[in-house]
């Protein structure tokens, strides 16, 4: 751009296309969760023991991803995002279904493997554009509108998916040689959900770039596709960028391993059905949420006044109070004061991830924006993934008694979220003095 000025979008254009990647994060987010609602029912009709249907749920859906992530997030850079958006979108829409119809184990499993990678360019791609299209001063808050894609799925997911699983037992179908479980149907609706969100990212005015790319240039090689030039702008500052990254590993592992595991722990544990667990843990999650947009944004307004590393700072915060509601939620003795401390881990959660998304796109180069975010949603997918099988494999190797799977969650959580809290707080010094590095730099144009 001449004179080093951005044209930001017009705000019915900007605050629409936050409204569609609302939509597609939220139905991302309602299979997730609606897949965890169904995980004893697969367990059970597959005959997988618990690491088997850990490697269902995570690296079976990552696997794919590791390979073409960082390369598809690529295309965000260089291509326009609403583009990239509607495409990935319908491809998810399209994967979610064929699980649904898929007629054995291999063709099940298939169909995840190809989930994660099918969706990878999302999230880079929404960020960009949103970074474009928002001013700096109001880019927290779209952050922050952005977290209802998630607060809908996760609650909608146990709420809706609950009555949907109980509902699907008179749904199998039989025609010939044909055969669906009957929740495959949940599958087939949510793959038709995101083929209908794909479709409403052609709508979406594509935002003038803070940072122009040089076609055919050196930006445009292989090594640029593979992410080499993002992760070397992340090797130069190690202090600031392997604490941040390696904090929201630690804390994926164990928060998507949890948010797998809710409904068979709560089954095993205290014996209730996935109808009840859906609409008990809905309204959890949905205060949970409500209560972390609030705290977030104050929590960083308030530290804001007088620290330059307020949005680490804050995660910081909200990383400790995740960390004590994870380990005591499945000590508790009744099903009920277990589900409300799975709450205030999700207002901690959800207060933490504003700020935490915030922080990485406020110091990373514009141009390579969509890369390093790919980079660090890698992170958090790849070890996300890797989360729900741990606790598989803890579960069978270590625990053994399918009832106390509520210990093996402690273990996980009383050994991965600490870690992750430390992380972050080493990682707040290095950030404020990056920002301050910007800061001069801004003022000196």
Not at 356 to 380: G, H
């Amino acid at each position: 751009m001449a004179g080093g000025t951005h044209r930001y979008s017009d705000a019915p254009a900007r605050y629409w296309a936050l409204t569609v990647i609302v939509l597609a994060t939220f139905v991302t987010f309602f299979d997730s969760v609606t897949f965890g609602m169904l995980a004893e029912r697969i367990k059970h009709d597959f005959g997988l023991s618990d690491a088997q249907l850990g490697f269902l749920a995570g690296p079976a859906g990552v696997i794919a991803f590791f390979f073409v992530g960082v390369p598809l997030a690529r295309l965000a850079d260089i291509f326009p995002r609403k583009w990239v958006l509607a495409g990935g979108s319908v491809a998810v829409g399209v994967v979610i279904a064929a699980g649904g119809v898929a007629q054995g184990l291999g063709q099940f499993v298939a169909s995840r493997v190809f989930l994660a990678a099918s969706g990878s360019a999302h999230a880079p791609a929404s960020y960009s554009l949103l970074a474009d299209a928002f001013p700096p001063r109001r880019l927290t808050r779209a952050f922050a509108l952005l977290q209802f894609g998630f607060i809908g799925g996760t609650t909608l997911g146990p709420f809706i998916g609950g009555r949907l699983v109980m509902a699907s037992r008179g749904w199998e179908t039989h025609v010939g040689r044909w055969h669906l479980f009957g929740w495959q149907w949940i599958l087939i609706g949510c793959g038709v959900a995101a083929m209908a969100v794909g479709l409403l990212f052609l709508t979406v005015r594509e935002p003038d770039r803070a940072a122009q790319l040089q076609r055919g240039g050196a930006h445009d090689g292989l090594a640029a596709m593979l992410g080499w030039q993002a992760f070397r702008a992340l090797a130069e500052r190690p202090r600031l960028f392997v604490p941040l990254f390696g904090a929201l590993a630690l804390s994926a592992l164990d928060v998507f391993g949890l948010q797998f595991w809710r409904t068979p722990f709560l089954i095993r544990t205290y014996g209730w059905n996935e109808g009840q667990i859906g609409a008990a843990m809905g309204l959890a999650v949905l205060v949970g949420s409500l209560v972390g947009l609030v705290l977030g944004a104050v929590l960083v307004e308030v530290l804001a006044r007088r620290h330059a590393d307020a949005n680490v700072r804050a995660a910081a915060i909200c990383f400790a109070g995740t960390s004590v509601a994870a380990i005591l939620s499945p000590m508790m003795p009744r099903a009920e004061w277990s589900l409300a401390l799975m709450g205030v881990g999700v207002a901690f959660g959800i207060a933490g991830a504003v700020p935490q998304n915030a922080a990485v796109q406020r110091v990373v180069p514009p141009a390579m924006r969509a890369q390093v975010t790919a980079i660090y949603l890698f992170m958090f997918t790849f070890f996300g993934a890797m989360g729900s099988f741990l606790v598989g494999v803890v579960q069978d190797r270590v625990v053994g008694d399918p009832h106390r799977l509520w210990l093996t969650l402690v273990l996980c959580a009383g050994t991965l979220l600490p870690a992750a809290t430390l992380l972050m707080v080493l990682a707040m010094r290095p950030y404020a003095q990056e920002i301050e590095r910007l800061e001069a730099l801004e003022r000196a144009k």
